[in-house]
């Protein structure tokens, strides 16, 4: 043995040993929130004293357990997955029982009823039914309770298994997942004819989970017409967008004059790019339109009010109402937006839109191929 591989032996044997601490952390992560969650699940339903506790019960459940992590928010997210992955129960229970030292902490008091619960049973055998649908298995050993958070939030059931698949393909960080559904991978997807194409293109780009990634942890466009398109990367979604955002706004007629697209802003001696710039001959202001193809986040709004200031100041006519901004998001939070627009200018406007899909049978095919080989 030389210096060199010492060097790659240790450096092997941390990055192996640090993988299986993450796995295993993150293995008894998912069991025990699925367990909580269907514990309150339980109660709910069939809690001898849950009449006198009713919505308080999470509340009531933080201020009496009193411990770090265990909060109303936590436990409505616990309560979310084991009713969105109630087929998480024979891998739960499995796990459990071939982990000695977990199995002596639970008793079987604890554990044999959820082997027996009717409900869990009856969606195991529909959800195997289906091949678009991932194994219960795979989820729990392949997905961290992370992706599994933010993956349970999907209503649609093909969306969720399209974003188990591909995060499993892909190795996805958390970050990374929640980047794509906020981009619109799915419905990109959706509308990509060549989905393996566009499926590559992201996995190349994506960021990957490390082991230290777990142990540290509506404006509907119905009039898209991007189905000729082979490939449908952001860009093209970005640019699809603005078109039809464009034609929209002109088709409503009664006073929108079209200005510019990306109109160059230049402030000491940077150059800023405003999306799309109407002028409203009625109204008799400027129409100032950002487009992000991401969730709302408070800069967004920041950027917008320094449009609006400059055009106040350097484009605005003294016979001119203030500018309008309007900033168009995939997803927004209330709260975040009513915080990040106190103080700035009125005018700005805040509003999410969403895709509208072809069929998800092509997504089911797509899915069923990869899961199936």
Not at 78 to 95: D, E, I, T
Not at 177 to 189: A, D, F, G, M, V
Not at 300 to 320: C, F, G, I, P, T
Request: net charge negative.
């Amino acid at each position: 043995m030389n210096f060199e591989s010492l060097v790659s032996h240790i450096d092997t044997v941390q990055h192996a040993l640090q993988a299986q601490a993450a796995h295993a952390v993150n293995l008894s992560l998912t069991a025990r929130n699925w367990l909580i969650g269907y514990y309150i699940v339980e109660f709910e339903q069939n809690g001898e004293d849950r009449a006198a506790y009713g919505e308080q019960l999470l509340k009531k459940l933080e201020l009496r357990l009193n411990t770090k992590g265990l909060t109303e928010r936590r436990f409505r997210e616990f309560r979310r997955l084991y009713q969105v992955y109630p087929q998480l129960q024979s891998p739960v229970v499995q796990y459990i029982v071939s982990h000695s030292e977990i199995r002596h902490t639970l008793s079987a008091e604890f554990v044999e009823p959820i082997r027996h619960t009717p409900t869990a049973e009856l969606q195991n055998v529909d959800i195997q039914t289906e091949n678009w649908q991932m194994p219960a298995s795979k989820l729990f050993n392949k997905l961290p309770y992370s992706h599994l958070k933010f993956i349970s939030k999907i209503e649609n059931p093909v969306k969720r298994s399209f974003y188990e698949m591909e995060s499993m393909r892909g190795c996805w960080s958390a970050r990374e997942l929640e980047r794509q559904i906020h981009s619109l991978y799915y419905e990109r997807s959706g509308l990509s004819q060549n989905k393996e194409a566009l499926s590559a293109l992201v996995q190349q780009q994506a960021a990957q989970l490390q082991p230290k990634d777990v142990i540290n942890t509506p404006v509907t466009l119905e009039f898209l017409g991007l189905n000729e398109r082979a490939l449908v990367t952001e860009d093209d979604l970005e640019q699809s967008i603005l078109d039809n955002l464009q034609n929209f706004l002109l088709e409503m007629g009664h006073g929108f004059c079209f200005e510019a697209r990306q109109k160059r802003i230049l402030i000491d001696g940077d150059y800023y790019f405003a999306d799309l710039v109407f002028y409203h001959r009625i109204l008799k202001c400027h129409i100032i339109v950002e487009l992000k193809i991401d969730r709302f986040r408070h800069e967004y709004a920041s950027q917008l009010n320094m449009y609006l200031n400059y055009y106040k100041s350097e484009v605005m006519q003294h016979d001119d109402n203030p500018p309008v901004g309007i900033l168009l998001c995939t997803e927004k939070g209330d709260t975040l937006v009513k915080y990040a627009t106190a103080g700035l200018d009125p005018n700005i406007f805040v509003q999410k839109y969403m895709i509208e899909l072809p069929t998800e049978e092509e997504i089911k095919d797509f899915i069923s191929k990869e899961i199936n080989g």
